[in-house]
């Protein structure tokens, strides 16, 4: 049953105490959040995966980039387990890196490699960290750098300030929202289609972009509509929309606010007000905030179930299985980023952590 298998969860953390530490993403189910040590958004538990140098073992209730992350910031003799290993996320799955590099090289024969007469590069790789780690080492050797939903913007000011234009990877969204939101026109931001030359697009079209988007999008935040927001409105005068800056740019545009999840979860806190607010995201972070903040009454925009299909990949018996491997002293699904990636990879991270206010 449920209960045995926390009172199993407890068991085990309680034998290996210091040596094991639990990292839940907001995404993820209450019977998992309930045996994290932190509970955070990505960047907040990357920051907290730098932060734990007591833990010999970093067990990341989360999806696979996340637990390559923190693999790649852990300290050394450090360990990641992904509880389970199936627990991806068809984002970042959607820019890999032959593809990428072949896009770099066909931007290159268009662009050149000469800096202008400011010193900015053609192009700066920018990947969302919904990647995979191949794919922050490749921003990491050309140049480039890593963001989060709740940093984009000042990640694109410092390309903007190294480079001439940007290739953003994997979300077209976050991208295009975040590139808009600063002023960038939207046919300056072309889109890259792997599969057609040229990404799909002419030459000149290239030369006047500023933002290169990947055509990469997340499953559970396209799912959002005008539609959705026209009938909360209808239903509930008055009612606060925030969506995440994943859903596309016409929701986005329609809501009131858009901010990562942790944006979201301050907005919330924030408000002195009882207020209703209908939110654009995970439905398990949904959720949480209405158990959280009872003063408010806050519902999720898509009235049909949505939750990350991957993140829930995350069972509790999973938990339970890699928790009780480590007290028999054996390692089980540990996630370990191949050292010629990491380099890259940790110099890209650092850059966006070095790039933050
Ligand atoms: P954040 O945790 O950065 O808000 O990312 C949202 C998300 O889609 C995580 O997979
Ligand atoms: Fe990937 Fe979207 Fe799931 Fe995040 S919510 S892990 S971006 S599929």
């Not at 003799?77 to 820019?95: E, F, K, T």
């Not at 057609?196 to 079209?205: R, V």
């Not at 907005?267 to 003063?295: H, K, S, W």
């Not at 928790?323 to 089980?332: A, K, Q, S, T």
Request: glycine share 8%; hydrophobic share 45%.
């Amino acid at each position: 049953s449920n209960d045995e298998l926390h009172a199993r969860i407890r068991a085990a953390k309680a034998t290996l105490g210091e040596r094991v530490v639990v990292l839940g993403h907001f995404y993820q189910r209450d019977e998992v959040v309930q045996h994290a040590d932190f509970l955070g958004d990505s960047f907040q538990l990357a920051n907290a995966a730098q932060t734990v140098p007591d833990a010999e073992t970093i067990v990341f209730c989360g999806v696979h980039f996340m637990a390559e992350t923190a693999d790649i910031l852990a300290q050394e003799g450090q360990r990641v387990i992904l509880p389970n290993l199936a627990a991806g996320c068809s984002m970042a799955d959607m820019a890999d890196i032959d593809s990428v590099t072949d896009a770099w090289e066909q931007l290159e024969a268009v662009y050149g490699t000469e800096p202008d007469a400011d010193g900015r590069v053609p192009i700066i790789p920018v990947t969302y960290m919904n990647s995979s780690a191949a794919l922050k080492g490749f921003c990491g050797d050309h140049g480039g750098i890593v963001c989060t939903s709740s940093n984009a913007a000042t990640v694109l000011d410092w390309a903007f300030e190294r480079g001439q234009r940007v290739l953003f990877f994997p979300d077209q969204h976050l991208g295009r929202n975040t590139a808009k939101a600063m002023g960038v026109p939207l046919e300056r931001m072309p889109m890259w289609n792997p599969r057609k030359a040229l990404g799909g697009n002419d030459e000149q079209g290239l030369l006047d972009a500023q933002v290169v988007l990947w055509h990469g999008f997340c499953s559970v935040h396209k799912r959002f509509t005008v539609a959705q927001i026209d009938q909360a409105r209808a239903e509930f005068p008055g009612v606060r929309v925030i969506v995440h800056p994943e859903c596309p740019m016409e929701v986005v545009d329609a809501a009131d606010e858009a901010g990562s999840t942790d944006y979201i979860r301050k907005a919330v806190a924030a408000a002195t007000e009882p207020t209703t607010f209908a939110i654009g995201t995970e439905i398990n972070m949904v959720n949480r905030l209405a158990a959280d903040f009872p003063q408010h009454t806050i519902f999720c925009l898509d009235p049909v179930v949505c939750p990350c299909s991957t993140m829930y990949r995350i069972h509790p018996g999973y938990l339970a299985w890699v928790l009780e491997e480590l007290v028999e002293g054996r390692v089980v699904n540990r996630i370990s980023v191949d050292a010629a990636v990491t380099a890259g990879a940790k110099v890209a991270l650092e850059r966006m952590l070095a790039a933050l206010p």
